[in-house]
């Protein structure tokens, strides 16, 4: 075996155990199981995203006992609502819960309203705390909750990370945000990498730098287990990459 050979094993022995540690510090990245059809509130804020859109706010107006939700589209200029057939994913939070759903669009209503059916169950999975990593990722996102927001539905591109975790991320922004504000999170691991997370602001703290105010900014992850495991392995590599440096 080449010394070239016996540095590339070394590598991938160094990942695994670093994502295995991660991963046990995080608990295992599977949530229970719930009904389809529970615990979805009216007049509660949730995400819905198709697979080739960005994250929309949106309201549940109403519930059927057989998973029929319709939703309201919520933003300052209304975009183009999912089509009838499409696939989306529903996101909705209580407290520091995360609950999922992959549903079909059903029916385009009048006012830029939907109707999606949930026909099995979601999936529901709790915050957790993780090693922070000082790097600076672009990501770009929507705010969508709660509902008295003054910028629920809007769209933020063009951030940066000052310091990323399994659990959350910082930032600093120019956007008032207030704790409590749910944001729907589109982050590039690389050119060619992208993931999702549902968030909550944590932590919001005004900073005046040259006359102009600057927020820093606390992000708390609510993630799917596909999204997690997706940035459990980019976190990996990068620590390993850095400590081979």
Not at 35 to 62: F, K
Not at 192 to 200: D, E, I, P, S
Not at 219 to 235: I, N
């Amino acid at each position: 075996m080449t010394a070239q050979t016996k540095e590339k094993n070394l590598v991938v022995v160094k990942a695994k155990n670093l994502r295995e540690r991660l991963l046990e510090l995080s608990g295992g990245l599977h949530g229970p199981k719930f009904p389809c059809h529970y615990p979805l509130e009216m007049g509660h804020g949730v995400s819905i995203r198709a697979d080739t859109t960005e994250a929309l706010a949106a309201t549940v107006m109403n519930i059927s006992r057989v998973g029929e939700v319709v939703l309201e589209l919520v933003a300052p200029d209304p975009p183009s609502s999912p089509a009838k057939g499409q696939r989306v994913q529903i996101k909705y939070w209580r407290e520091e819960t995360l609950y999922c759903w992959d549903a079909e669009v059903i029916k385009e209503g009048k006012n830029e309203s939907v109707t999606v059916l949930i026909s099995e169950p979601g999936v529901s999975l709790n915050q957790r705390k993780f090693l922070r990593i000082p790097l600076s990722l672009s990501f770009s996102f929507t705010v969508v909750g709660p509902a008295e927001s003054q910028t629920r539905g809007e769209r933020f591109s063009y951030c940066h990370t000052q310091e990323i975790s399994l659990g959350g991320l910082g930032f600093q922004t120019p956007v008032s945000l207030t704790v409590g504000d749910r944001l729907d999170i589109d982050l590039q691991l690389s050119p060619l990498q992208q993931t999702n997370a549902l968030g909550w602001v944590v932590r919001c703290e005004p900073q005046v730098w040259e006359g102009k105010t600057i927020n820093g900014v606390g992000v708390q992850f609510l993630q799917t287990e596909e999204e997690q495991s997706k940035l459990l392995d980019f976190l990996s590599s990068f620590r390993t990459q850095s400590e081979d440096v």
